[in-house]
């Protein structure tokens, strides 16, 4: 039967919008959330291999020469400084260690600068959903109670987006100052966005992204959009539908995930 604007129930129902489609806001949010998770394991996974860098047995012998930088090595920095840069802007907060000095990557100065970050950045969020000052602890013990609290971050999306630019931010300088390059492995197939031969996969994030500069892809959602370092990122989850629109069969990204040797990009 029709109802008053001529419409039947069935098309009436049709056009409805479906209360649990979720929305482009809770895709943003639910996208800087899982980066948060991957992040934060790779920060917990190496910051305490900082500390043993540190240690008397860890040094090169007497006499022998100093590890060569690693190719690149300034340009990273310059990288990082200028991403730093970008997210106070961004933010309109100090991003911790980053001053108007040019900055060097020592051991000391990196635990030093991810300590006080993981420190301001556990507080603020505290702040932030006025809860009481955190009580003292370590940097990973620290990491783990922010991850605790990420429910309710996501009632927050602009500190959501600070915590996963704090967070990555910190990884990277971990991972640069243990001179440590993330394991990239080349994947075959084009991206479904830019059609590139881009795809690598990240064993140590299990996840596949496309390393192309100028890839956007059309999602809102996605922090490529209005991110520079972003890359678009499919996570497990997603291998599948992946595997479907770039050609690439999900055996391969598997067999990637387990790959330990670095390709070139």
Known sequence: MADSTGNTGDSARAHRPDPTAPTAAGRTVELVLRDIALWTASLVRQFPELSEELAPGRRSPAGTAPTAPHPGRDELIREERREALLLEQRHGLSVPGHGAAPIRLHISD?????????????EAVCARLTL?????AGVIERLRRIVGLLDAVAGHPDLARHVRDEIRRMARRCARTLGDAETVVRVTGRCPWCDSVSLRA????????????????????????DDPAYRHLWAEAQWEELSEASGTGTEEIEAAMDDTKETSC
């Open 110 to 122: 990196a635990i030093r600068d991810i300590t006080d970050g993981v420190v301001e950045l556990e």
């Open 132 to 136: 009481p000052r955190p009580r003292r």
């Open 202 to 225: 990240f064993p140590d994030r299990r996840a596949v992204l496309c390393v192309n500069p100028a890839c956007v892809c059309t999602d809102t959602a996605c922090g490529c959009q």
